[in-house]
């Protein structure tokens, strides 16, 4: 979206500029070289906006917020009911919330607050969690609590809940 805008920018400094054309040139030369002058220029406005990456700090405090979240207080493993060695599992995985929300536009705090959601997060024990990795079997989706598919549906969409699926069978 942000791109077109760009691109009318460079479009006026073109029609503004004069270039000097040797006799016997061609228009065409011409118009080869201000076309290359355009894709320049664009490339080097664009530059901050496709160099922004989301702040390591943001990160790393989502993912903590997460994880005590999900395994803190009375919390269990989803499978086996232990309350032993917990970990944070996440029923939409965050590759797959990473993919839906990459054209967001999202502050960094906001990008991570989504990717590190606690409403997605389910409470796994060590070896529960190993066996769902491995596939040996994975949590299936029966075991992904409701509230996680409506957090999932409101804010993902039904994209977010056919993935839940299909990361959990
Ligand atoms: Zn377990």
């Given at each position: 979206m942000k791109r077109a805008g760009f691109a009318r920018k460079a479009t006026h400094k073109r029609l503004g500029r004069k270039t000097e054309l040797a006799p016997g040139d061609t228009a065409l030369k011409r118009s080869t070289a201000l076309r290359q002058g355009e894709r320049g220029l664009a490339r080097s406005e664009l530059k901050p906006r496709t160099k922004r990456i989301p702040g390591k700090q943001e990160r790393d405090e989502a993912s903590e917020r997460f994880w005590h979240a999900v395994?803190?207080?009375?919390?269990?493993?989803?499978?086996?009911?232990?309350?032993?060695?917990?970990h944070a599992h996440h029923a939409l995985q965050k590759q797959t919330i990473k993919r839906i929300i990459r054209?967001?536009?999202?502050s960094p705090h906001d990008y991570w607050r989504l990717v590190y959601a606690p409403e997605v997060g389910v409470a796994a024990c060590e070896d529960c969690h190993a066996s769902h990795t491995a596939k040996l079997p994975p949590i299936p989706?029966?075991?992904?609590?409701a509230s996680v598919f409506a957090f999932v549906e409101r804010t993902f969409g039904r994209e977010g809940v056919a993935a839940i699926g299909r990361e959990h069978r």
């Open positions: 395994t803190g207080g009375k919390a269990r493993c989803v499978m086996c009911g232990s309350r032993r060695r917990l054209s967001w536009e999202l989706a029966s075991k992904i609590p």
